[in-house]
């Protein structure tokens, strides 16, 4: 049974940083890619950065601009998000998700893509 539990969410004031992590247990095909998505209240789910566990090849969303960087410990099975310079639309519900098939290139990044999801790790951005 695969499982991703993701962590590291929290409450920062605008311009600060958080890193959030997320554990991936149960997977057996390679490679494959993880991805953060987030949605805010109200709003759709929307992808922030993918990743390919072969090559690490990544893609980001437009309002990501430079300031969130996604990464892998492959051996630990972890997925990482660094984000920097957050702002208050950056508050959300962030998922960790992974996709059901083996990927070589970053999917399109919709939220179909991907089959398995965690259950999400708050981020709150106060101005």
């Known amino acids: 049974q695969v499982q991703l539990v993701e962590s590291g969410g929290g409450s920062v004031q605008a311009g600060g940083s958080l890193r959030l992590s997320c554990v991936v247990s149960g997977y057996t095909l390679s490679p494959y890619c993880m991805a953060w998505f987030r949605q805010a209240p109200g709003k759709e789910r929307e992808g922030v950065a993918i990743i390919t566990t072969n090559g690490g090849f990544t893609w980001y969303g437009d309002f990501v601009k430079g300031r969130f960087t996604i990464s892998q410990d492959i051996a630990a099975k972890t997925l990482y998000l660094q984000m920097h310079s957050l702002k208050p639309e950056d508050t959300g519900l962030y998922y960790c998700?992974?996709?059901?098939?083996?990927?070589?290139?970053?999917?399109?990044?919709?939220?179909?893509?991907?089959?398995?999801w965690g259950q999400g790790t708050q981020v709150t951005v106060s101005s």
């Open positions: 998700a992974a996709t059901a098939y083996r990927c070589y290139a970053p999917p399109p990044p919709g939220s179909r893509h991907f089959g398995y």
